[in-house]
């Protein structure tokens, strides 16, 4: 996770800024009380993604819910990635180890679920050639 906090968004692969970009996203309409999945529909479909919609507001769902400890998150015009995001980032990426980043981010009962999700997210940002396992090179 630490290897993308404090990263320039312009440094980060196109599925990186991809990512960090919908969860600001998901974040705004949280924080505005709108649904986040509505409100992040027209990012996925631009993409032709809208296959990792649900797996990807799962995973925001349960780090939004179940997070071990409050998350930061930046505004959509900041230039470096912050906190949540670098962990949404480390998730993704390939050489990461997982389960190590779900058991640390989400209470027990709640770590597998994580981990379904990012895999299903994962999945879909590769068949979309998002290829998260080069986030952050």
């Known amino acids: 996770m630490y290897r993308f906090l404090d990263q320039r968004l312009s440094a980060l692969d196109e599925g990186g ?5 919908s969860v600001r996203s998901w974040v705004m309409a ?15 479909l631009d993409r032709r993604m809208i296959a990792a919609l649900a797996p ?3 995973a925001m769902t349960l780090l939004a819910v179940h997070a071990k400890m ?21 998730l993704l990426d390939r050489t990461s180890d997982r389960a190590a980043v779900c ?4 209470a027990a009962p709640y ?5 379904q999700a990012v895999m ?6 590769q068949v979309a050639g ?3 396992g080069s986030t952050g090179r």
């Open 103 to 106: 058991t640390a981010a989400v």
């Open 30 to 44: 949280v924080a505005d009380r709108k649904c986040p999945a509505d409100a992040i529909a027209p990012l996925f």
């Open 120 to 125: 299903e997210l994962e999945v879909a940002m």
């Open 70 to 90: 409050q998350l930061g998150f930046a505004r959509p015009c900041c230039p470096v990635v912050a906190e949540g995001e670098a962990l949404l980032l480390a």
């Open 130 to 132: 998002l290829a998260p």
């Open 17 to 21: 800024q991809f990512a960090v970009k």
């Open 111 to 115: 770590v597998e679920a994580l981990q």
């Open 56 to 58: 990807f507001h799962r």
